[in-house]
């Protein structure tokens, strides 16, 4: 190469870097593991089958849950140049910081470097130096074909205000802001700038991956189950039991995990244990009592070993409320009416 253009790569490279951030890793003082997410903006058009193997995602309902995708969606569908998908991993803390477990892994093809490996192939959510860091390799500049290499997602498994949430990897959008990002998550600006160490809101940059908590889903969780705590992100689902039991959060439903069995072949081919919930009405998981009341118990899903699906039962109540006026509405049209009032007043404020 010669120096002129050894001198127009170096400009580009240092051009890019001082415009497009770099990733960094999540805070994470916590020695926990954990599930987390994290965009992925493809840099060009691909599918969800060649995203799912190159994050080594072991099954594509994996992807689809946390994209809120039919389960019935094509491992063959088109993701489009800068479309983002999210990608669920498995999250491991160790000396104050939070990286993927030892996963995804990528297999050096011929021309390779690590800084086209961090820039182009996994789109700048991990610098080259981080994965130079992890895989122990002494010379950036000697990497050879074949050799796996780890590439070390951010990811955090801290509790965040006394809450436990799902870490999520955010990569800003171009015109997005902290505000925005907040307001679209339902969490602060302020939680957002001290969990990422942003002094100034109008440091944010497009590009940079945001350590965003999502509010999980309340639950019934055994803490002696294989999956505790299973923290499910709003408007997601995830597959767990050895594939026996799906879970999907829907802050509609009263932010309370709900949990159903699946027809989904068992992980290791056996028969998925009883899900029967003890005491009156034999209710298995995800059955409700029929009552002429407002009350209701529901067989709740709490956890697994490898021999046995914890249940429990769970009274729900869609009693009245009492409005200002003494009238009796039920619980579960609150959101709704309250939203009306809104809209209303809001007529009436622009008349």
């Known amino acids: 190469m010669g120096s002129a253009t050894l001198l127009l ?16 890793g999540f805070n994470c003082t916590s020695n926990a593991t954990c599930r987390a997410i994290v965009d992925y903006v493809s840099p060009n058009t691909t599918t969800l089958l060649d995203i799912q193997t190159r994050f080594g995602v072991k099954n594509l309902r994996s992807i689809l849950g946390v994209n809120s ?132 809101a109008k440091d944010l940059q497009a590009g940079a991956v945001l350590d965003v908590p999502l509010r999980a889903c309340n639950s019934t969780m055994n803490s002696s189950s294989l999956d505790y705590p299973l923290l499910v992100a709003n408007g997601t689902y995830v597959f767990t039991a050895k594939n026996c039991i799906k879970c999907n959060c829907d802050a509609a439903n009263n932010s309370m995990l709900q949990c159903e069995p699946t027809d989904i072949k068992h992980s290791e081919g056996e028969t998925c244990p009883s899900m029967l919930c003890g005491g009156t009405g034999n209710l298995y998981i995800g059955n409700l009592t029929s009552s002429s009341s407002c009350n209701r118990t529901r067989c709740a899903y709490s956890g697994y070993t490898n021999e046995t699906i914890f249940t429990t039962l769970v009274n729900e109540s ?34």
Request: aromatic share 6%; with cysteine.
């Open 318 to 351: 869609t009693c009245p409320v009492s409005d200002s006026n003494g009238s009796k509405i039920c619980s579960s049209w609150v959101p709704l009416l309250i939203s009306a009032h809104l809209g209303l007043l809001f007529l009436h404020l622009f008349q």
């Open 69 to 200: 995708m039919p389960l019935s969606t094509s491992p063959n569908q088109t993701v489009q140049s800068k479309q983002k998908i999210r990608i669920p991993f498995h999250c491991a803390c160790a000396n104050g910081s939070g990286t993927s477990n030892k996963r995804p892994v990528y297999k050096v093809q011929p021309g390779d470097d690590l800084y086209h490996i961090a820039v182009d192939v996994f789109s700048r959510l991990v610098t080259y130096p981080q994965i130079q860091a992890v895989n122990h390799i002494k010379d950036a500049n000697l990497i050879e074909k074949g050799q796996e290499l780890w590439i070390p997602l951010p990811c955090s498994c801290d509790d965040v205000d006394g809450s436990k949430v799902v870490h999520y990897g955010h990569v800003v959008e171009a015109g997005s802001s902290v505000d925005q990002i907040a307001s679209v998550y339902g969490t602060s600006p302020e939680t957002l700038l001290r969990l990422n160490g942003i002094a100034n």
């Open 9 to 24: 790569v170096l400009s580009i490279f240092i051009s890019g870097v001082s415009v497009i951030p770099t990733a960094e």
